[in-house]
């Protein structure tokens, strides 16, 4: 079990810009999520797969906005056109799946600023 | 919709004495879980406890305990003999029986003095 991890860990660009996140979640877990959460802020949720399908997505997770996981194993977070609002850390997060209560493993995150 | 609301931003405490911070939660299900995570300066969130809303029993995890409360929809957390490693931010969430997103509170900051 070697943990979540996420990269880039810092990421700086320009308004306009497209950036893309990538997350490996834990390599037996089949359920993985992401998340944005702004300074001061508690995470919000944005979308989740189980495999490579991509279940549910938030209403926050606007058209400029894209997520894939193929082959159901790492996955990437696309951001067209960043905009100054989308500055925030991304945070990722898997799980073997469960009744509900099941715990969800944590990358440490990439903090996106957009200049 | 549900929400989760931390009243605390910030709270201190002194080495080896207890604390406990505030949780309040809004759903209309009937079926529900309930977390406190911890976020320390690293970023990683990590589960600290968990509470399934059928249980009337309250969760315990060595030092960490929760009073659940679920006609006030209440959700605290208590830490005893708290340590310097447990500075952090810690997140109260619920979710849903049968959907898959989260829903944090806004954090509580936690401060431990020697």
């Known amino acids: 079990d070697t943990g979540v991890s996420q990269d880039p860990r810092h990421k700086i660009t320009k308004r306009g810009q497209n950036v893309t996140f990538r997350c490996d979640p834990i390599s037996e877990h089949n359920r993985l999520y992401w998340y944005r959460q702004t300074l001061g802020q508690g995470p919000e949720f944005l979308t989740y797969?189980?495999?490579?399908?991509?279940?549910?997505k938030s209403r926050l997770l606007s058209d400029r906005f894209s997520a894939e996981r193929p082959k159901g194993s790492f996955s990437t977070l696309e951001i067209q056109r960043t905009e100054q609002g989308d500055s925030a850390m991304y945070l990722c997060?898997?799980?073997?799946?469960?009744?509900?209560?099941?715990?969800?493993?944590f990358g440490s995150g990439t903090q996106l600023s957009v200049l | 919709a549900q929400t989760v609301t931390q009243s605390q931003p910030e709270m201190s405490v002194q080495e080896a004495e207890t604390v406990t911070l505030s949780c309040t939660y809004d759903?209309?299900?009937?079926?529900?879980?309930l977390f406190w995570y911890k976020q320390p300066p690293s970023r990683q969130m990590i589960l600290v406890i968990r509470?399934?809303?059928?249980?009337?029993q309250n969760a315990t995890e060595n030092r960490f305990s929760v009073n659940f409360q679920k006609a006030a929809k209440s959700f605290s957390l208590k830490i005893s003999d708290s340590q310097l490693g447990d500075a952090a931010m810690y997140f109260c969430?619920?979710?849903?029986?049968?959907?898959?997103?989260?829903?944090f509170g806004q954090g509580t900051r936690l401060t431990i003095n020697p």
């Open positions: 997060a898997s799980s073997s799946g469960g009744q509900g209560n099941e715990k969800l493993f």
């Open positions: 797969f189980q495999n490579e399908a991509q279940l549910e």
């Open positions: 509470q399934e809303a059928y249980k009337q």
């Open positions: 969430a619920c979710r849903i029986q049968g959907a898959q997103k989260l829903v």
């Open positions: 759903t209309s299900e009937s079926d529900y879980y």
